[in-house]
């Protein structure tokens, strides 16, 4: 089971907690058979509540030994294995069934992926938007989970009918019947469907899981990294089963059937995330975060003439800790972007009466640090997207890369796309390695009980990933050497003679960058963000992965339509022996290093979020 793969430890005690709580569910009702209250009775009275502001299913103050923690990451861990088989399963692969099925060039079958990844890091804005403003995440998350079946239901039958794909020939390359205009637009409609839906899940899901941990609790809150480390694990796992499963049927027995593989898994995933329910935290929605931010602008644009009066008092709601904002606590002031400040400046004709305040005229504190909290992650966003571009080669250039080289292995052929499952293995040593071995040394150190701090994580992460296209360019100058040794730079169709395996170091390199590059993003835009926006935080770090894909599109094309002037082949040719994608590899490696200085720059100037712990009351 996936719980027992992951948390032993922790199994058989949570699994025994679960089939209490079914028990307990399925005996009482919110009123006892007697008339009794029973959310009132005296035992819950000796329970202990979790101290941020979280509730159960039914909406009452949520009680730790009967929510959240490890027993809820059967649940969200199961859920993510099957979404992400599902999303690996068209993504993986999606570059060769653009190039031998619809017949695209190399250059546009790559842009076009690109395009498709970093899009559908964009939608999770959408999902995060509505989880943390009107339906809570969990509601979120299932209406997501709806919407990624849809897509994939469509882009089966986009794979299955003959009519939705171009006729196909002998030798499947770009001389063949390229797709019709509705063939294309069926096929990328279903995939931009596919993109809101497991963008959706990817946001909620995400920071959904992480809410099933107490923040006010020391211990849940170490926790907290390790189910950032294994979440992540998780998603990897479908990306391994689909990169050997899925990509093997795709490229051997039927497209149609690869994809309504990943359909299956798709609904396997929601009925995971579903079975959950009666176990889970929940954040109460805290209202549109986007109002909050416009009334914060606005109410300090129209102060923009008055200066702060020397030692006034800045307005907030009159609670010690609890914030105006539902389900979010009261957020320290800091000093950085100033003018914001004059938003809770109060003045004449900024309240309504006595006891109401015009909130387009006066905000409080904590609505004005959630404001310069996303203003301070913005560098750290846009320097941290770099990864990112790095990453997109895995799925796309690195794949036309091991195409053209020897895939045998015995009497098998080695489907390219499954070359990633080495870039997945590195990522399972890597979590391990993290979770049970760095994190307890590097503490020793740092005194930091979580080993490293988030921006430090990223920071090793984007420096690894240097050396992955430094692995990227050595492998493809040997392999045009070979290939000019051969007589094969005309004759791209013909493998060259150097095992695919040669790409190991590579995949591998890039693997081990993620456990430090991606889940330190996911953990830092999480925990850096307010309570009551803590999904779009998870947005926000799928957004870095989104502006990296689209550099990476951009990049090509702008590569593609300065190297290809004059009758050149380019860079990234349909003929890859007579371009030099090792070229693009150095200048991705060179942007790299220059990145990495500036995030230290930002990483240095950043101020973390400081909340007030949050008055408790029990039931």
Known sequence: MVGLYYYPKY????????????????????????????????????????????????????????????????????????????????????????????????????????????????????????????????????????????????????????????????????????????????????????????????????????????????????????????????????????????????????????FGASLIAVIIGTISFIAGTPFYRHHPPGGNPLTRIGQVIVASARKWHHKIPVGSELYEVREVTNSVIQGGRKIRHTKEFRFLDKAAVEMQGDRINESHVDPWRLCTITQVEEVKVVLRMIPIMITSAMFSTVYNQLYTLFIIQGSSMDLRMGNFKIPPASLSVFELLSVTVWVQVYDFVLIRFVSKFTKNPRGFTELQRIGIGLFISIFGMIAAALLEIERLKVARHHGLLDNPEVPVPLSVFWQVPQFSLVGASEVFGYIGIFEFFYGESPDAMRGLGSAFALLTIALGSFLSSVLLTIVTRITTRNGAPGWVADNINRGHIDYFFWLLAGMSAMNLVLFVLCSRWYKTIRTWRPTVQGN
């Open 11 to 258: 199994y058989y005690r949570d699994q025994l907690d679960c089939l209490v709580l079914l028990f307990y569910f399925a005996q009482a009702d919110e009123e006892g058979r007697d008339g009794t209250d029973v959310t009132s009775s005296s035992w819950r009275k000796d329970e202990e509540y979790t101290k941020d502001g979280t509730v159960d299913f039914r909406g009452r103050q949520a009680v730790k030994a009967r929510t959240g923690g490890w027993r809820t990451s059967w649940f969200i861990y199961s859920n993510q294995v099957f979404v992400n088989l599902a999303w690996y399963g068209c993504s993986t692969n999606l570059v060769t069934y653009l190039t031998s099925v619809m017949h695209q060039s190399n250059s546009a079958a790559a842009t076009n992926v690109s395009n498709w990844n970093g899009a559908g890091y964009v939608t999770p804005l959408i999902g995060a938007f509505l989880a943390d403003g009107y339906w809570g995440r969990y509601w979120a998350a299932v209406v997501c989970c709806l919407i990624y079946i849809i897509g994939m239901i469509f882009l089966t039958f986009s794979a299955s009918l003959r009519s939705l794909r171009p006729q196909q020939c002998s030798t499947e390359d770009v001389l063949c019947t390229h797709s019709s205009l509705g063939q294309a637009a069926f096929l990328f409609f279903a995939l931009y469907v596919i993109d809101v839906g497991a963008g959706g899940v990817q946001a909620t899901v995400t920071s959904f899981g992480a809410d099933q941990f107490d923040e006010e609790d020391s211990k849940e809150k170490t926790q907290k990294t390790s189910f950032f480390n294994w979440f992540y694990q998780s998603t990897i796992l479908g990306g391994l089963l689909a990169a050997t499963f899925f990509v093997y049927i795709q490229d051997n027995v039927s497209w149609g059937l690869g």
